[in-house]
């Protein structure tokens, strides 16, 4: 199991290395001097500024030398400072992070609490007229644009009949009731395609589960329904979907832009968006990076968690070492 978790923590370290260095890259990728698009449009032009702003960065520095540098920098979570705001962007991004977070956590808890019972049982009831209901119903979710979906549910949960608020977010710890009333049409826009794609992805596994031997013993030993579906078929089933869960996750934190935009909530994607527009490079550099570390190391603990829950990956492992 140790040489697994090293095997897949040199491919993490060599992962994020190669996402550094690409995120590093972005500016200079930029057409013209980076400093003068560091300051923006609204910055001063004068050559002392300009040259200040490129002894800050080091751009008179050879290229790798200044990678190494900002890299060493990120590390210990120095990511510079907005030339815009004038904030340290590790903080700008930190105030901003707990929003994103509890949106992405609690669409997926939405998800995986609608879409493991109908999974489930569509698999129970494969082929009858509730799991053919169910399977349209999911194609017609998986067609529909999550911000189409959140134009919707602000026009009729928040206009139509002001039962969730439009825009604005209350802090947890300020209104834990007001809170979960502010994040509910974000998060359940953000919900609803992960809905239909884990349904649909633990229907398939269950019904090719529930036609194995341990299953077929369990029914002939008379044990509940309930019991075989849920102990002993889910389970095993479990396996995908805990792998498209943990993707899915990582996709949501990135996902959150439009919707963080939608519904006025001060999180990382809106950060970026307002970022963009500013032209604040810094800014966006340090939330690219964060993303994709996000990503990446959302798909390591799932990549972790399968190997502990699975033990043939644990003992191909061996065979292949011995």
Do not use: C
Request: glycine residues 6%; aromatic residues 8%.
């Amino acid at each position: 199991m140790i040489a697994v978790i090293a095997r897949k923590l040199a491919a993490l370290v060599a992962v994020l290395l190669a996402v550094s260095f690409l995120t590093f890259a972005l500016m200079e990728f930029l057409p013209g001097d980076p400093a003068l698009q560091v300051l923006g449009p609204g910055g001063a032009q004068s050559a002392e500024i300009i040259e200040q702003v490129r002894e800050d960065l080091n751009l008179n520095d050879p290229f790798l030398i200044r990678y190494v540098s900002w890299l060493g920098d990120a590390l210990t979570g120095d990511l510079g400072r907005s030339y815009q705001s004038r904030m340290e962007v590790s903080d700008a991004i930190k105030q901003r992070v707990p929003v994103t977070l509890e949106l992405a956590a609690l669409a997926m808890l939405m998800a995986l609490i609608i879409a493991i019972p109908l999974g489930v049982i569509t698999a129970y009831r494969a082929n009858t007229y509730f799991d053919k209901s169910v399977t349209t119903a999911t194609f017609g979710l998986l067609s529909i644009p999550s911000f189409m979906l959140a134009l919707f549910l602000i026009y009729t949960f928040a206009v139509r009949y002001n039962v969730f608020p439009a825009t604005g977010w209350t802090r947890l710890t300020a209104d834990p009731a007001e809170n979960l009333r502010s994040a509910f049409l974000p998060a359940l826009s953000l919900a609803v395609g992960n809905i239909a794609v884990l349904t649909r992805l633990l229907r398939t596994d269950m019904i090719a589960t529930l036609q194995e031997d341990h299953v077929t013993m369990a029914r002939a030993k008379g044990l509940p329904t309930w019991r075989i579906l849920f102990r002993h078929a889910l389970r095993p089933s479990s396996f995908s979907l805990l792998t498209v869960a943990g993707l899915q996750m990582g996709a949501l934190i990135g996902g959150t832009v439009v919707i963080e935009q939608l519904f006025a909530l001060p999180g990382v994607g809106r950060l970026l968006l307002e970022s963009i527009f500013q032209r604040d490079l810094l800014v966006v550099q340090g939330i690219v990076l964060l993303l994709s570390v996000a990503y990446v190391g959302m798909n390591f603990l799932v990549d972790i968690l399968y190997t502990f829950l699975d033990p043939r990956i644990r003992l191909g492992g061996s065979r292949v070492n011995a």
